[in-house]
């Protein structure tokens, strides 16, 4: 029974110890914390390891590098509503100073926005929004309205502003793709009468074998089509693979929202001239430099010069939200440049 | 040296000595841990687990092999009834009321596919399973139900006195009300005899299929109580609410020293184990080690809990005590 004791007294004096030292530095720390503490910035991406947000990772330790602030990324393995919670919970204990997150589900996260704001902690959002909860700011990539009008553009100038052209999108009630469809319509008809959008096709879940099949059947029923549109980022390898198997390489020009990677291939053999996307890197970069202004008090400019990124960053300050620029053309000279 | 072993050999002592060595390690990774208001707030992760992981736990002590895999999607399909007959516009204290039955419901589904269609467990809760989520999934078209009043949030993210409501009011109750109907009434005696010898149940007239029947309901129960902390937590009933709930509550269960093959292990170890996990969970978090590791390391601690498990057992046989092989590798 003494041995048994004594193991006890042991840990618990170990825990004593533990306990105390923990609660001293941490006293230390909350005292000093303003002046020469860096500031701790987060950001909650959808899920982690997959290659658009490791290259949004990538990005915010670099600003975060140059603006000497320190870059927290958490995020779940999963995309999942709960974890999201779970790890915005964690943050607000860790008291962080700026907190963005990329949001999955915002009737979820809603009160946990409300909760680090009451906290006193900087909240806004990135990549992903919620405009009915209590953020501060949202950084965006770039408006729907000029991705669906710079695609029209690109596409313009590659088929001299005339022919017909089809869209293969992904599921038929995504809102972010039907929105972008609608600004391509009202930008070919106001703009390039002479090219003609002669129908859109919906893809289920956006499925790469569904797309070519669909791009196919398109070729066959418009055997004079110049332009095909892939709309989904899943949709882009199937449409320019059905325009490979057809033989049609330089006589049907292929555009799509495809990441660098994912085109890459396309871009090289030639079935692609150009992809619409935005920049995920400087994406993350600008969020962690947003979170230092944020965590700062600093107010932003209608229009803000950050250093390290080349465009001008526009602020709306009716919406609160802060817009990454125009979106990013990418073509055989820059598409090895990016990480995703 | 015997004596030690003697304590260690209890599944409580050794977890509890985990709790400690865990809480030690994460105060060490990172200085703003150890405050009782982290300790404390964290155990609201760990709440609808410990619902969950009751549930499986007295499903496993009733032998046979039982198992119960349809827990998470009992929850998920609970709590996305909850929100229907919300969106129907039926007062939302009434239909988590409901749900919670509703819960109990689909256990018993559970109960009697298993009991008295005599399907095994492991193949008629596998197949429930993608029946609930589907039907949860087919219920909700994708998009979660949301707009519950705000004083529904009270449940899942209120705190009395810094304490979180669902741990306090509905965690502990619940493990209160289960531990006395468990250790306390003949019940539950006759759960740890079914599991332990079948045969000598039946035999002393103990209505197995019935007993083992409401198990399985309970189970559903407790799964639909969680489902509306779920619901108050989120605000919002999602039809993926439970995924992988099913094996996370396995994995507590297990580390808590239910033994697979029934009639072993206390309910008190399982809470003890659903306080390390859910201190390893967000301790790993607040540190801010990549969640990819947080599956391992709970892999690792699984592993090393039950290596350590089976060290002490050996060691005691060693000493002279009347332990037997049966007793390992649990």
Not at chain 2, 142 to 149: A, E, H, L, R, Y
Request: with cysteine; net charge positive; glycine share 10%.
């Amino acid at each position: 029974m003494r041995k048994m004791s004594k193991v006890f007294i042991l840990i618990m004096a170990l825990c004593l110890a533990l306990s105390l030292t923990a609660c001293s530095t941490g006293n230390s720390n909350g005292s000093s914390h303003s002046s020469n503490q860096k500031l701790k910035i987060a950001f909650i991406p959808q899920l982690i390891g997959i290659p658009y947000f490791t290259a949004m990772q990538n990005g915010g330790n670099e600003a975060a590098k140059k603006f000497g602030a320190q870059f927290i990324y958490s995020g779940a393995t999963q995309a999942s509503a709960q974890k999201q919670v779970q790890i915005m919970d964690s943050l607000i204990r860790q008291k962080v100073d700026a907190l963005s997150i990329s949001v999955l589900d915002s009737s979820s996260i809603n009160p946990e926005i409300a909760k680090a704001k009451a906290a006193g902690i900087k909240v806004y959002t990135a990549d992903s929004d919620s405009a009915t909860s209590e953020r501060s700011t949202y950084v965006a990539q770039a408006t729907d309205k000029a991705l669906g009008y710079t695609l029209i553009d690109r596409l313009a100038k590659q088929l001299n502003g005339k022919g017909q052209v089809g869209i293969i999108s992904g599921e038929s009630t995504a809102t972010n793709l039907n929105t972008w469809i609608k600004y391509m319509k009202e930008r070919a008809a106001s703009k390039y009468p002479n090219l003609k959008i002669v129908e859109v096709r919906y893809t289920s879940g956006g499925s790469s074998e569904d797309a070519m099949n669909q791009a196919q059947e398109l070729m066959s029923k418009y055997p004079s089509m110049k332009g095909l549109v892939a709309v989904a980022s899943s949709a882009v390898p199937g449409v320019a693979q059905a325009v490979q198997k057809a033989n049609k390489v330089g006589k049907i020009a292929v555009i799509g929202y495809g990441s660098p990677k994912t085109v890459k291939p396309f871009i090289k053999s030639g079935v692609m001239k150009e992809s619409i996307l935005w920049n995920a890197k400087d994406l993350g970069y600008l969020t962690v430099w947003a979170g230092i202004q944020l965590a700062k008090g600093n107010k932003f400019k209608a229009v803000n010069h950050v250093p390290g990124l080349s465009n001008p960053v526009k602020y709306d300050s009716k919406t609160k939200v802060l817009l990454l620029g125009p979106p990013l053309v990418i073509n055989k000279d820059n598409v090895n440049n990016y990480g995703f | 040296m015997k004596t030690i072993w003697a304590i260690a050999d209890k599944r409580g002592f050794m977890l509890t000595l985990l709790l400690i060595i865990t809480i030690a390690i994460m105060s060490f990774l990172n200085q703003d841990f150890l405050s009782i208001d982290n300790l404390v707030g964290i155990t609201q992760f760990g709440a609808v687990l410990s619902l969950l992981a009751i549930g499986q736990s007295l499903v496993i002590l009733s032998g046979r092999g039982a198992i119960d895999l349809s827990v998470g999607a009992m929850l998920s399909l609970s709590g996305v009834f909850l929100g229907v007959l919300f969106q129907a516009g039926m007062n939302i204290w009434v239909a988590s009321l409901l749900a919670i039955l509703f819960g109990g419901l689909l256990g018993l589904i559970n109960g009697v596919l298993v009991n008295f269609c005599h399907i095994h467990s492991l193949i008629a809760t596998l197949g429930t399973q993608y029946l609930f989520s589907s039907i949860a999934l087919y219920l909700t078209s994708g998009t979660p139900v949301s707009g519950f009043p705000s004083s529904f949030g009270v449940i899942g993210q209120g705190m009395i006195i810094g304490i979180p409501i669902q741990v306090v009011l509905v965690a502990v109750p619940v493990y209160i009300i289960m531990w006395f109907m468990v250790y306390r009434t003949r019940a539950g005696r006759e759960i740890y005899l079914l599991g332990t010898n079948d045969i000598a149940a039946k035999f002393s007239g103990i209505q197995v299929n019935k007993i083992r029947t409401l198990i399985f309901t309970l189970s559903g129960l407790l799964s639909g109580i969680g489902a509306v902390v779920t619901c108050s937590w989120l605000m919002t009933a999602r039809a993926d609410a439970g995924t992988g709930m099913e094996m996370e509550s396995i994995t507590v269960a297990v580390l808590g020293g239910i033994i697979v093959s029934g009639g072993k292990g206390h309910l008190g170890s399982v809470m003890l184990s659903v306080l390390i996990v859910t201190v390893l969970n967000s301790g790993l978090q607040i540190a801010n080690i990549d969640s990819v590791w947080e599956l391992a390391i709970l892999g690792i601690l699984l592993i090393l809990a039950i290596v350590f498990n089976n060290i002490l057992v050996t060691k005691k046989i060693a000493y002279g005590g009347n332990v037997t092989f049966k007793d390992k590798g649990e």
